[in-house]
């Protein structure tokens, strides 16, 4: 199964990403996650990202399109994927369809997880994350903000300067106009689901595998 999952910054996209890979048995495609993995293993691409990265500008779209081309071309892509942050410019979604006919991937479900602006910022500006181990947290769930609930680090929890409310309703704006028009571009072309993100993660994802699977 090839799912496209769509929707604003702090939706959950995400936390559905990786319910439904396990439910699914399909892989979690998150382009930031592949982008730092070639650069990791140093592929021909990852070198040329790296290059790009070092030098302070943004991978071009070519690159991350290459990038993503080797994994969806790999054993272990074979049974389906869920790509997660990808695309989000109507030029993305147009190379993405191109490498869709180069490897035959068709039947592609689109998930559009929709929320409101301002539950969306109230989500966001919960967030914290831990210096120490990483982890990505919500304030509401901490017993005691002063230590990491995971590794038990004391004082390491801070927000990220992408979580900070101003930043938030840039990305929004951003999302908004660039990346939005992406829905209108898909409406005819892929078998496209709403899906209410304003509801609990486990109701979020059984109204997903409802839609997906529906008997
Ligand atoms: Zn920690």
Redesign the pocket.
Known sequence: MYIILFGSPGVGKGTQAKILSEKLGIPHISTGDILRDAIRNKTTLGLEAKKIVDSGQLVPDEIVVGIIREVLKSEQTKNGFILDGFPRTVQQAESLEHLFNELNISEVFLIHITAHTEEVIRRLSLRRS?K??Q?ILNLNEIENPEV?P??G?IN?LYQRHDDEESVIKDRINIYNITTFPVLDFYKDRKKCLTIDGFQPIEAVNAQIMKELKPD
């Open positions: 831990c120490q181990c982890a990491c995971i590794c680090a390491s």
